[in-house]
């Protein structure tokens, strides 16, 4: 089994910054990529930011330029800044990694989400 926990949410103005953190209890070193999703409501979810293990990103149109993925395979952590926040980034975040069961198999994992909540 694996854990993967987010911290970071809260409520901001518009304009304003988060970082969002996701720590996970097993090595990250070889998981590629480590994505952030988010969930609006009434909306389904969707791919935010995916970070490779060698570091490659990738972005949502909609975040392009405000938002920023990392990770830090030292701390099994992985961090989503988020800056020049809209009110329609109001969701829940979500981290979402795939590590091989004994057989070789891939699971999925899913954290259990932060609220990020943008006043305009």
């Known amino acids: 089994q694996v854990q993967l926990v987010e911290s970071g949410g809260g409520l901001v103005q518009a304009g304003g910054s988060l970082r969002l953190s996701c720590a996970a209890s097993?090595?990250?070193?070889?998981?590629?990529?480590m994505r952030w999703h988010r969930q609006a409501p009434g909306k389904q979810r969707e791919l935010v930011a995916a970070?490779?293990?060698?570091?490659?990103?990738t972005y949502a149109d909609s975040v392009k330029g405000r938002f920023t993925i990392s990770r830090d395979n030292a701390k099994n952590t992985v961090y989503l800044q988020m800056n020049s926040l809209k009110y329609e980034d109001t969701a829940v975040y979500y981290c979402n990694a795939f590590y091989s069961d004994y057989l070789g198999k891939k699971v999925s994992y899913w954290g259990q989400g932060t609220q990020v909540t943008v006043s305009s």
């Open positions: 970070i490779t293990s060698g570091g490659t990103t």
């Open positions: 097993r090595s990250i070193n070889s998981i590629n990529p």
